[in-house]
């Protein structure tokens, strides 16, 4: 409310931003989109070293900003941040829980940078963005949604309107949605994409039509969606869902060892992000195929994303790499 009245400040970062936020709390792709804008932006501004990622770094164990390197403990940064490294390795990737402060660092430390996308910028309205894109769950539509508690909404519905894209992601049947209502002039209106997950590849079977016995392991937003998905492909024997972010324990793994082997199970399959928290329990998991389920998005009209981006590439502000203080 202090910043819808002006009583706080807000501003522009140092470099082009690009915020990709989502009003649920989790469940709505953001990792895998913030990685796919990544690799656009990348290819249209002639390189990795262009584009950076900066993130609050949700749960880390460090504070103020934090370069992510390939191989930087996930606590100190978090395992969205650790993932995307993984994913996009030639890219800066940060942390910093103040974006207007992590932007002006960026700039310092990679002067090549030209755009910087933001995986959840949407709260921290300190920043001003460029451009923004909203990510909204097309099983979960906002207008039927609540505030938590009651509902799983973070923020007032009210501020989709102030987005310049939504994308309705995991839109499997490939539904329509309307048009925005919106204040805005025709030129200005809010541009409406749709996406859906893939599955990357997966365990190799000897018997292509059998079904692995294996036991789910996720500790992700929905984690029961993930485990439902498997259906078609595993025989989930067992299931062990956690919360968001979960930090696993030794005593988490030796319990799923004990499970493996009592019921004769092929291995743990589990999501990128939680693989991410697993990693380092590799040595107590010896002996036992852990299986990483990547997921990507796959967009139902990628030529209308292509020319989005393209018409910001080449608006004014890009004329130089950084805005002046």
């Known amino acids: 409310m202090a910043y819808d009245f002006k009583l706080f400040k807000s501003e522009k970062g140092r470099i082009p931003t690009l915020v990709i936020g989502n009003l649920h709390a989790g469940g709505t792709g953001k990792t895998p989109h913030a990685s796919i804008f990544l690799k656009i932006l990348a290819r249209k501004l002639g390189g990795a070293e262009h584009v950076a990622l900066l993130s609050r770094g949700y749960g880390r164990k460090t504070k103020g900003f934090f370069v992510v390197e390939e191989d930087t403990d996930w606590h100190l940064v978090g395992d969205e941040p650790k993932l995307l490294k993984s994913l996009n390795p030639n890219h800066p990737i940060v942390v910093c829980e103040n974006r207007l402060v992590g932007i002006e660092d960026i700039a310092s430390q990679f002067p090549k940078v030209k755009v910087v996308v933001l995986d959840d910028g949407l709260q921290h309205r300190a920043l001003i963005p460029d451009r923004s894109v909203l990510l909204i769950d097309s099983n979960r539509p906002i207008e039927s949604q609540a505030l938590l508690p009651s509902g799983d909404l973070r923020d007032l519905k009210y501020r989709a309107k102030e987005f310049d894209a939504w994308i309705y992601t995991r839109n499997f049947d490939k539904k329509t949605f309307p048009l925005p209502k919106s204040d805005r002039t025709k030129e200005n209106r809010i541009a409406v994409f749709s996406s859906e997950m893939v599955v990357g590849n997966e365990f190799e079977r000897i018997d292509k039509n059998s079904r692995p016995r294996v036991l789910a392991v996720s500790g992700v937003a929905a ?4 485990m439902d998905g498997l259906a078609k492909n595993w025989d989930v024997v ?3 869902s956690y919360s968001d972010h979960y930090e696993f324990t030794a005593k988490d793994i030796n319990n799923w060892v004990i ?13 990128a992000k ?20 990547p997921l990507s998005v796959k967009w139902h009209d990628s030529e209308a994303i292509e020319n989005w981006v393209d018409e910001w590439l080449e608006s004014p502000i890009f004329a130089t790499s950084t805005r002046t203080k």
């Open 238 to 240: 067992r299931r062990q």
């Open 259 to 271: 499970c493996i082997n009592s019921e004769n199970l092929e291995g743990i399959v589990t999501t």
């Open 274 to 293: 939680d693989a991410v928290r697993i990693k380092p329990f590799m040595d107590a998991l010896k002996g036992v195929r852990l299986v990483i389920i």
């Open 223 to 226: 984690p029961e969606r993930f």
